[in-house]
C-alpha cells in the first residue's frame, strides 16, 4: 500500500513493550496494538489473563479479525482463598499456552494481558517472564500490561507506557459504562 512502510523487510526487532500503571487504559492500549498489527498484516495472539467470563465489547472486534486469535484465563480480578490453588494451576495452563505461542515463530505479536498483576500476586514467577522475553524470536514483539510492573520487567522492556489516574469518574459517583470501561 501507497504510504506504509515494506513489512515483509528483514530489518524488523521484536520489541517488548508494556502498558502499567495505576490509571485505567492499559488493556484499551494492548487492544489498539494488536488491532495495529493485525491491520498490517501482522499474526496476532492475544492472551487475556484475568478479567474471566465477563463480555468486554473489544473482544468481539478481536475476534472478527481473520490473523488474530483470543485466549481468555476464565478467572476473575481477585482470587479468594477458598479458590487460590484452582486459579494458580488456571495460570499456569495459561502460561503455558502463552509461553507455546510466544516461541512457535506463528505469532508477529503476542499480547500478554493482566500478566503483571500474575507475577505481582505470586501466581506467576518472574523468572518465568523474563525467561521467555530473552528466548523468544528475535521478530517476535510481545505486549505485557498491568498494574505493578516489577522492575525486572521494566528493565526488560523496549517501550513503557505509564497510565496515570488523574481523575475518574467513578470517585464522583459514576459506574462503569459500557463502550467506556468494557
Do not use: C
Not at 18 to 41: C, D, E, H
Not at 59 to 64: C, N
Not at 95 to 118: G, H, I, K, M, P
Request: positive net charge; hydrophobic residues 40%.
Amino acid at each position: 500500500m501507497k504510504g506504509r512502510p515494506d513489512l515483509a523487510t528483514d530489518d524488523r526487532r521484536g520489541l517488548v513493550l508494556v502498558m502499567t500503571g495505576r490509571g485505567k487504559g492499559k488493556t484499551t492500549a494492548a487492544v489498539g496494538q494488536a488491532i495495529r498489527a493485525a491491520g498490517n498484516g501482522l499474526s496476532v495472539k492475544y492472551f487475556q489473563f484475568l478479567k474471566g467470563t465477563w463480555n468486554y465489547g473489544e473482544l468481539d472486534v478481536l475476534r472478527s479479525i481473520p490473523n488474530l486469535e483470543v485466549e481468555r484465563m476464565k478467572t476473575g480480578f481477585t482470587w479468594e482463598p477458598d479458590r487460590l490453588e484452582e486459579d494458580r494451576a488456571l495460570a499456569a495452563a495459561m502460561w503455558r499456552s502463552a509461553r507455546t505461542a510466544v516461541l512457535s515463530r506463528e505469532y508477529d505479536l503476542v499480547v500478554l494481558d493482566d500478566v503483571n498483576y500474575l507475577v505481582h500476586y505470586r501466581l506467576l514467577a518472574i523468572g518465568e517472564v523474563l525467561d521467555l522475553l530473552r528466548r523468544r524470536p528475535s521478530r517476535v514483539h510481545v505486549v505485557l500490561t498491568g498494574r505493578s510492573a516489577s522492575p525486572e520487567i521494566l528493565e526488560a522492556a523496549d517501550q513503557i507506557t505509564e497510565m496515570t489516574d488523574v481523575k475518574h469518574h467513578f470517585r464522583s459517583g459514576v459506574l462503569a459504562q459500557s463502550g467506556i470501561e468494557y
